[in-house]
């Protein structure tokens, strides 16, 4: 199983860019990044706040659930 971050499609739905979005979220630019290329191991609910505040959107429109092919 595995959670995906889809940020970078709610990014470019809102057509915002990386550093627009990071300095209106307080985040930097290396840590916006690796959240958008889902390298990131764990987000901080403040940090998600903010991008959903931001991006006028929803947590699970950025965090998706796959469950494992075997069950």
Do not use: H, W, Y
């Not at 470019?12 to 627009?20: D, F, Q, S």
């Not at 947590?59 to 075997?70: N, R, T, V, W």
């Amino acid at each position: 199983m595995a959670i995906v971050i889809n940020l970078d499609v709610m990014m470019a739905k809102r057509k915002i860019g990386l550093t627009e979005l990071a300095g209106k979220v307080d985040i930097t630019l290396a840590n916006l990044s690796i959240l958008k290329n889902n390298k990131a191991k764990a987000v901080r609910l403040q940090t998600l706040d903010a991008i959903c505040r931001e991006l006028d959107c929803q947590p699970g429109d950025i965090l998706e659930f796959i469950p494992d092919d075997d069950t």
